[in-house]
């Protein structure tokens, strides 16, 4: 398991001196056991509101990251506002939830894929128009392949940001160490580390492709 997230995790417990044990399981499943106990802590969830209910949400958030449109080059000019996403073909992450009215949308049309090197070999192919991801993944990832001049930012962006926090479980014997968390996440931080593992993990993807 060499995933982005338990790369953070592990990351997490070196700054709390901390031995970490790796789950395996669909995201949801991930959600549902937290909540009840069964998962201590968990990275990669954005904060609606203000309620808790049985997930403690440490702050501040460890990284903030901003969905974004992406273009061949030669045809910079087809994607100026939201509603030309209505005539396109649009690269998603499959499951992956965005921002607010995109996810609302129900005239587009969507191409689910599993990862970022498939979505920018459908754009350099044709296959699709556009597609969207983090920019902090996606451009260090085509800069490291080469093609940062040829696949470009739209010029329609999303305003909206998604801040991700490290969650503990209320129902979990670390929720008592919730100040060492916040204290991990913030020297993290701090020295700018997860930004660093978050590039180096997709620059080592795009050198294996």
Same mark, same amino acid.
């Given at each position: 398991m060499?995933?982005?997230?338990v790369k953070?995790l592990k990351?997490i ?6 031995e970490v ?12 056991e937290?909540?009840?106990?069964? &998962? ?6 954005q904060?609606v509101?203000g309620?808790?209910d049985e997930?403690?949400y440490?702050?501040p958030s460890?990284?903030t990251?901003r969905h ?9 000019g087809?994607?100026?506002s939201f509603?030309d &996403?209505k ?20 005239d587009?049309?969507?191409?689910p894929?599993?990862?970022?090197s498939?979505?920018?070999? &459908?754009?350099k192919?044709?296959r699709?128009?556009?597609f969207?991801?983090?920019?902090e993944?996606?451009?260090p990832?085509?800069?490291?392949m ?7 930012l739209a ?7 998604n801040? %991700? ?6 129902n979990s014997?670390f929720?008592?160490k919730?100040?060492?968390?916040e204290?991990?996440?913030r020297?993290?931080l701090?020295?700018?580390e997860?930004?660093?593992?978050r590039?180096?993990? %997709? ?6 492709n």
């Open positions: 060499n995933g982005l997230q953070y990351n417990a070196k700054h709390m001196n901390m044990e790796i789950v395996p399981m669909p995201f949801a499943r991930r959600i549902r937290l909540r009840e106990g069964n &998962l201590d802590v968990l990275v990669g969830l904060r509101d309620t808790q997930v403690v440490i702050n460890y990284e990251l974004t449109f992406f273009v061949r080059k030669d045809d910079i087809q994607l100026l509603t &996403l005539k396109l073909n649009i690269g998603v992450t499959r499951n992956a939830k965005y921002f607010d009215r995109f996810n609302q949308e129900t587009l049309i969507m191409v894929v599993s990862t970022l498939q979505k920018i070999e &459908l754009l192919k044709g699709i128009d556009t969207i991801h983090f920019q993944s996606a451009l990832f085509l800069s490291d080469g093609l940062q001049d040829d696949i470009v010029q329609y962006q999303p305003i909206e940001v801040s %991700y926090h490290v969650t503990i479980s209320q014997p929720f008592n919730k100040h060492l968390f204290t991990a996440v020297d993290a701090a020295n700018n997860f930004a660093t593992i590039r180096e993990h %997709y620059l080592s993807r795009a050198r294996q």
